[in-house]
Nanobody
Framework: QVQVVESGGGLVQPGGSLRLSCSASGNIFSLYTMGWYRQAPGKQRELVATIISGGSTNYRDSVKGRFTISRDNAKNTVYLQMNSLKPEDTAVYYC???????????WGQGTQVTVSS
């Protein structure tokens, strides 16, 4: 079992920045594919960004150029740096760890991000 814990959410004004962190347990963290997802009220959960073991990243179009996903394998942590935040970025952000060899997914409890003046 992999324990996933997010942190770093909060209230920020439009144009501001936040950095989310996600830690995952286990001694093979470096092999996991890590992803950030979000779910706004009344909407389906959507993929925000992913980073694979080798470091390659992928982003949804609406966050490209504003969000950056990164990982520190020595700390078993993945980050989501969010800049130039917009009200439409408001959502609960979830972290997911995936074992690529069997596609097992492990989810965190989510952290609220609210962008509002």
């Amino acid at each position: 079992q992999v324990q996933v814990v997010e942190s770093g959410g909060g209230l920020v004004q439009p144009g501001g920045s936040l950095r989310l962190s996600c830690s995952a347990s286990g001694n093979i963290f470096s092999l996991y594919t890590m992803g950030w997802y979000r779910q706004a009220p009344g909407k389906q959960r959507e993929l925000v960004a992913t980073i694979i073991s080798g470091g390659s990243t992928n982003y949804r179009d609406s966050v490209k150029g504003r969000f950056t996903i990164s990982r520190d394998n020595a700390k078993n942590t993945v980050y989501l740096q969010m800049n130039s935040l917009k009200p439409e970025d408001t959502a609960v952000y979830y972290c997911c760890a995936v074992k690529p060899w069997n596609s097992y997914e492990y989810w965190g409890q989510g952290t609220q991000v609210t962008v509002s003046s």
